[in-house]
């Protein structure tokens, strides 16, 4: 015999002492890996685009609310934050358009994904309506701040008109007393 042969009698000999070994492994495997896959629940991917709003601006055109890029920054900070610990969840925020925004969430459950992005578009609703607030308040200041300048010059003509008016009558008295003495 030479001792660098491989004898397949004695490997095959191995292999059916060990059938048992092989056989229990093998089911073993396969049943957990049915269990893992019956028991496991699926992902779900749900999605939602958005668009930002706009706003009329005082000389009658329209501007957004807000920048997406100044949005998406937001968002990612509210996301990473994950106060109170809301998201359990994979939640990607992307920028489509300048005025489309992607919000996506991934969980194993569908009510879940639901209020992750319900929870997002409140949140920037309640931003954009602050927003709003702030510009249309700058509007009104604007505009009030017309309307007094506007009734500054409308008593600044007065007053020239008054004056002249009084100077007239003041002029027509002295006519007046110059012809009754003469």
């Given at each position: 015999?030479?001792?660098?042969?491989?004898?397949?009698?004695?490997?095959?000999?191995i292999?059916?002492?060990?059938?048992?070994?092989?056989?229990?492994?093998?089911?073993?495997?396969?049943?957990?890996?049915?269990?893992?896959?019956?028991?496991?629940?699926?992902?779900?991917?749900?999605?939602?685009?958005?668009?930002?709003?706009?706003?009329?601006?005082?000389?009658?055109?329209?501007?957004?609310?807000?920048?997406?890029?100044?949005?998406?920054?937001?968002?990612?900070?509210?996301?990473?934050?994950?106060?109170?610990?809301?998201?359990?969840q994979?939640?990607?925020?992307?920028?489509?358009?300048?005025?489309l925004?992607?919000?996506?969430?991934?969980?194993?459950?569908?009510?879940?994904?639901?209020?992750?992005?319900?929870?997002?578009?409140?949140?920037?609703?309640?931003?954009?309506?602050?927003?709003?607030?702030?510009?249309?308040?700058?509007?009104?200041n604007?505009?009030?701040?017309k309307?007094?300048?506007?009734?500054?010059?409308?008593?600044?003509?007065?007053?020239?008109?008054?004056?002249?008016?009084?100077?007239?009558?003041?002029?027509?008295?002295?006519?007046?007393?110059?012809?009754?003495t003469?």
């Amino acid at each position: 015999h030479i001792e660098n042969e491989i004898d397949l009698r004695e490997i095959f000999k191995i292999l059916i002492d060990a059938k048992k070994l092989i056989i229990s492994t093998t089911l073993i495997l396969v049943i957990a890996s049915i269990i893992i896959f019956v028991f496991q629940k699926p992902l779900i991917k749900t999605s939602t685009l958005l668009e930002i709003g706009y706003i009329e601006n005082v000389d009658g055109g329209q501007d957004l609310i807000e920048v997406s890029k100044n949005l998406l920054s937001n968002l990612r900070v509210v996301a990473l934050k994950n106060e109170d610990n809301r998201f359990n969840q994979t939640i990607l925020i992307s920028r489509v358009e300048d005025k489309l925004i992607k919000l996506v969430t991934t969980s194993n459950s569908e009510k879940l994904n639901e209020n992750a992005l319900t929870e997002m578009i409140n949140y920037i609703v309640e931003r954009h309506s602050k927003f709003s607030t702030i510009k249309l308040e700058k509007k009104k200041n604007l505009i009030h701040m017309k309307i007094k300048s506007i009734e500054s010059e409308l008593s600044f003509v007065k007053s020239k008109l008054s004056e002249k008016n009084q100077s007239s009558i003041i002029a027509m008295i002295v006519d007046l007393n110059q012809r009754r003495t003469a």
